[in-house]
């Protein structure tokens, strides 16, 4: 079976090998503030998710300095990126819960970047007024604008669990507003969840092909340090996937989704230092060639 690499369609579109690097933008989230919750979502770590985004750095008017932390990322991936172009993607907690003004100070000073090809903002679909997702439109026009929508099922009972805070008519709202407005749409699922059937996961992953989403993020459940998922996982309330039951998983997955989607991720790396399992994850290219293997034999 063939599917639609990121890679693929980097090269599609810029014409050459690009790198993200990932940026902490300063933001929180409603599932931490107070506005919805304050815990986080069941899974999420202290860092929101940004585990492996570059350090926070503010200027004195308190505004993150973008610029210095792309030139930090650079300096990481510049002796695998001949091309020297990235995309600046805003990883680190809900990317667009901010005021607009504040925004637009963030995001400028990341796609007016030389070196930066797109933009990519991971946010929670509740999270974007009508205001945010104009200044989204208009940076859209100087270079591609990603949003990346945090999903992770289309079941309310495990949504309730993982205490997501939003429905799925919501979810569906955002992506057409976004789409109408010209964005590229990517939406994060996250397979192995608690209490989850094979079966449901597929009817997540089949629901987002036909979502009007352009690209899909299947995320593997890790279950890391300082979560409250950690203490259902110690408590013996749910087991972690295997590799061998992952990988034909995803693979299942990937024939249930529109040929032209571009798959940006099939599974994904939990910090080392945080992981408590599953553990089989961390040796990343013995599960990237299974999970090749597995859909090359998908008829």
């Known amino acids: 079976m063939e599917y639609y690499s990121l890679n693929q369609y980097l090269k599609d579109i810029f014409g050459c090998k690009v790198y ?6 300063g933001f929180t989230c409603p599932n931490r503030d107070g506005s919805l919750e304050t815990r986080g979502c069941i899974f999420c770590s202290g860092k929101g998710s940004g585990n492996f985004a570059q350090p926070l750095v503010v200027d004195e008017r308190g ?43 963030v995001f400028t000073q990341a796609i007016e970047h030389p070196d930066i090809v797109a933009l990519s903002v991971g946010t929670r679909p509740d999270c974007l007024p ?3 997702i104009e200044l989204l439109q ?37 992506v057409k507003r976004l789409r109408e407005a010209g964005m590229e749409v990517v939406v994060h699922c996250i397979l192995g969840l608690p209490h989850e059937t094979r079966d449901m996961m597929k009817e997540t992953v089949a629901y987002v092909g036909k979502s009007g989403a352009q690209g899909i993020k299947l995320q593997l459940l890790h279950v890391l340090k300082g979560t409250d998922l950690e203490q259902e996982y110690l408590a013996g309330k749910f087991t972690t996937m295997e590799m061998e039951e992952y990988v034909s998983l995803v693979a299942e997955c990937i024939s249930l989704l529109p040929k032209d989607m571009v798959i940006h991720r099939m599974t994904g790396d939990g910090d080392k230092r945080e992981l408590i399992a599953p553990l089989w994850s961390t040796d990343k290219k013995r599960v990237l060639n299974a999970l090749q293997k597995a859909i090359r034999d998908v008829k």
């Open 63 to 105: 505004i993150p300095d973008v610029v210095s932390q792309i030139e930090a990322g650079k300096l990481r991936v510049s002796s695998k990126n001949p091309s020297g172009k990235y995309i600046a993607y805003f990883q680190s907690f809900t990317g667009t819960y901010a005021p607009v003004s504040y925004l637009r100070q």
């Open 20 to 25: 993200k690097i990932a940026l902490d933008g």
């Open 138 to 174: 208009e940076l859209n026009k100087k270079k591609p604008v990603w949003v990346e929508l945090g999903l992770q099922t289309i079941h309310e009972k495990t949504a309730e669990y993982i205490r997501r805070g939003y429905s799925l008519p919501v979810f569906d709202d955002a």
């Open 130 to 132: 009508q205001d945010v």
